[in-house]
């Protein structure tokens, strides 16, 4: 897709990589019949991925399970992922398959030239190094788009490129304390707890997915790129607005309220510890308040006309919470989802990650697949959680060994020899 694409032939030339315009369109039209699957979206877009960890990858790997090709590009001492402590490589695995990988020393002349010379030829190019970085390497975005002015050179950061906390230090823990998520995380008058998974980062990596795709679809009308960038502090905002109506409509910050509702507006929104684990109910309305009372077989509550209306609910929130606990705790969780679901309440198992990777519903989708690692290990793996149409789901393949295609990119990309290759590696560039 690097041809201008400001006509009517604009999707075809964008495939061109993969297909003539002719097979294209044939096989467009084959598709409308039902006779083969449609290309996936991003087929013929090429992706440099200086992404490490799980924001930037996590964007990239959205991208290639849509068709784009991404090329992970790793330091000598590759992606920090790669060797983490109790969590191992899974997280490595399950961000970069479908990737062809290779090392490029950026601290060197000649790896900065070959980005230069790599990023002609992309239509994207991902980071989420601090913002000082790429600029201090002399490849930051205006260096880069003057290689290639149709390239979308997308960044990632804690807090953005400009503004007073532009250099501060960022982390997922840092930033959900900085969001103000953390002081609505917790058990009322408890301490402030973090999310138990990395939020920021997969929030931020998922609007980072989003503002790339639509600079590209800004390109096809255009033909020029531009820098974007998401900061993670910025993505988690969205996550406040409860709290926030809370601060416009009472002129106070709500106080933690465990796991019932911030503003405590729907009863019950809990969660309630049954013989053999926990679920998890809501009330959202009060036909759910109703069939609630005929689940738990207390018809005393449903008769009760001081409780039809979520107002009168609110006021007995204490009280309506013990007797849904008691009725809870005699059964199983099992049997408490059932009888919810049964009565159409909202209700679901709180299961942990073990019952996750084993959830049928999600393997029969062909959202978890399991892969076997280089040590022989079986692991269930997720695919996008993104569907297109027409388009079958991409099959996972194993993320890349530490700079497998360094070569195979240079000679395909930059038209290196092989006596090239040769002094690169033994300068240590690749």
Known sequence: MNAPLDSSTAQAE???????????????????????????????????????????????FLMAMAGAEVIKIEPPQGDMSR???RDGDYPFRALNGCKRGMVLNLKTERGRELLIELARSADVLVENFAPAVMPRL?????????????LIYASASGFGRTGPYADKLALDLTIQ??????SATGE?????LKAGVPVADFMSGA??????????????????GRAIEVSMLESLFATLLPAA????????????????????????????????????????TDEHWANFTKAMGRADLREDASLRQLHGRIARIDELTAEIAKWAATRTRDEVTALCQKHHVPAAPLRDVMEVLSDPHLKERGFLTQQVTDSGAQVVLPNSPMRYEGSGLRALQPPPQLGQHSEEVLAELCGLS??????????GVI
Request: glycine content about 12%; overall charge neutral; hydrophobic content about 40%.
């Open 83 to 85: 060797r983490r402590g």
């Open 207 to 224: 609007h980072l997915y989003g503002a790339i795709v639509t600079a590209l679809f800004e390109r096809e009308r255009t033909g020029r």
């Open 188 to 192: 009322q008058g408890g301490r402030p």
């Open 245 to 284: 109506g809370h601060v416009y409509a009472s002129n106070s910050v709500p106080k933690r309220t465990g796991n019932r509702h911030v503003a405590d507006s729907y009863v019950p929104f809990d969660t309630f510890e049954t013989a053999d684990g926990w679920v998890a109910i809501v009330c959202a």
């Open 138 to 150: 002399g490849l930051g975005a205006d260096v880069l788009l003057k290689a290639n002015p149709r």
């Open 14 to 60: 964008g495939w061109d990589r993969h297909w003539s315009d002719a097979s294209a369109q044939d096989a467009g039209a084959a598709a409308a019949q039902g006779d083969v699957p449609l290309p996936l979206p991003l087929a013929g877009v090429r992706v440099l991925d200086l992404g490490h960890v799980f924001q930037g990858p996590y964007a990239t």
């Open 418 to 427: 092989q006596q090239e290759l040769a002094q690169l590696r033994s300068d």
């Open 177 to 182: 304390a900085m969001s103000g998520l953390m």
